[in-house]
């Protein structure tokens, strides 16, 4: 049975935001599945087989250039989707794909997308809106991984890890933040360190824990904000 659109595990953004006869028929083509952290969705060059909805987990996406070991360009939670090339009628992602924070997630095979995507013009029109502020928000990334410091992008992504974890507490090795962030592990343990000193967070053997989130908010360059009011207002 299908749960109603006020429950708990429904409580998706984008699938929320739908008219209730929209939610139920997608909710119909989807099944829910229990997410394992460092669980491999996708590997760049792949086919996509699923798309996700998150519910209380969230994903890591990485593009893996040739002589880099990597750079996180998406943190996905609630909020969003994962598999959007499917949107537009591609079936095979550039990126990798990891959970990075474990829960439940509404799954839909890459079969039944299209079809749901034909039945459903809300349906389409939110995920199109959900590209655009997608596309805006890599590009805004961009430009903060050239701009802005180590410390203050650091603080970016706890807040934003945060945000999806619902929790002050939540598991990063030093190997996965030197990935996300594009630099050296010595300037993880510098920038972490010094925000650990302001008694911003505690940082210990990967495991992580907000202390102070307005103080961290200060910390972080201003591209937090920016990125969630940017998704407000197009998405509500």
């Not at 250039?65 to 609630?78: F, N």
């Not at 945060?162 to 010595?186: I, M, N, P």
């Not at 360190?193 to 201003?222: E, F, M, W």
């Amino acid at each position: 049975m299908q749960p109603e659109k006020n429950s708990a595990l429904s409580d998706n953004r984008l699938l929320a935001s739908l008219p209730d006869e929209d939610h139920r028929q997608v909710l119909k083509r989807c099944e829910s599945v229990e997410l394992a952290r460092d669980e491999v969705i996708n590997e760049p060059g792949e086919q996509i087989r699923h798309v996700y909805f998150p519910t209380d987990c969230y994903f890591s996406l990485v593009t893996r250039p040739i002589d880099h070991a990597g750079l996180e360009v998406r943190l996905v939670g609630r909020e969003g989707m994962v598999g959007t090339p499917l949107v537009l009628g591609i079936d095979v992602t550039l990126l990798r794909t990891v959970v990075r924070g474990a829960g439940p997630t509404w799954r839909m095979t890459a079969e039944r997308f299209p079809e749901a995507l034909r039945k459903s013009t809300a349906l389409q029109l939110t995920l199109n809106r959900y590209l655009f502020v997608v596309t805006n928000q890599v590009e805004q990334m961009v430009a903060c991984t050239r701009f802005h410091v180590l410390e203050a992008r650091l603080a970016r992504w706890l807040l934003m890890t945060q945000d999806r974890a619902h929790s002050d507490h939540f598991h990063a090795t030093h190997e996965f933040l030197a990935l996300l962030l594009g630099v050296r592990r010595v300037g993880v343990t510098k920038a972490a360190t010094a925000l650990q000193k302001r008694n911003l967070i505690h940082y210990s053997r990967g495991d992580i824990r907000v202390l102070d989130r307005p103080g961290l908010q200060t910390a972080a360059c201003a591209c937090y904000g920016e990125s969630e009011a940017m998704y407000e207002q197009f998405m509500g």
